[in-house]
């Protein structure tokens, strides 16, 4: 059954690096929590206890904000596929953002995506693995490419001016950093 450690060993990390979602979640100390999807080739392991993730233009940004107010974070990957595991990454978070040096020092771990707003660097805290007997088996099909295209389409002065209309304030209205 489960398992908690103090960081990432060989096995898990091979089995992020199979993964095509991951789940964030975060909080202030008052309002709403946030559970977001993340797909694409927008996560990296750094070493055993140090993560970092690209965050792309969304219709809100409440991992910004609430990591502003609250540097806790948790990020979770299930096996939707082979055998069972849920793993849970608890710790630290920073988020940079492209006047920050370390988003330009993380940047080019990535492809280059159009609509990155931020990278998020995470240290790990504590690992914690659990059966996931309860999780479907999916069939990953192909990454969606809408978010791509709409990115490509905006140009990168659009995008600001979106993160500047849509990306500024949380929905418990914080501020995100934008």
């Not at 927008?42 to 965050?55: A, E, G, P, V």
């Not at 914690?128 to 990953?140: H, I, K, L, W």
């Amino acid at each position: 059954m489960g398992k908690k450690l103090e960081e990432l060993d060989n096995k898990l990390i091979d089995f992020i690096e199979k993964q095509k979602i991951f789940f964030v979640g975060t909080a202030a100390s008052i309002g709403n929590v946030n559970i977001s999807p993340k797909g694409m080739d927008t996560f990296r392991i750094l070493n055993s206890k140090k993560i970092i993730w690209l965050n792309l233009t969304g219709s809100g940004n409440e991992t910004a904000a609430h990591l502003m107010k609250n540097s806790r974070m948790t990020i979770m990957f299930c096996a939707f596929e082979d055998k069972p595991l849920i793993l849970r990454l608890y710790g630290t978070a920073y988020i940079f953002h492209k006047r920050n040096p370390e988003y330009h020092q993380y940047i080019h771990l990535f492809p280059k995506m159009d609509g990155s707003r931020q990278i998020i660097e995470m240290d790990i805290d504590f690992v914690q693995t659990s059966c996931g007997y309860a999780v479907p088996f999916m069939e990953f099909k192909g990454e969606r490419t809408q978010l791509k295209s709409w990115a490509e389409k905006q140009g990168e002065e659009r995008l600001e001016e979106y993160w500047k209309e849509k990306n500024t304030r949380s929905i418990d209205d914080f501020e995100t950093g934008i």
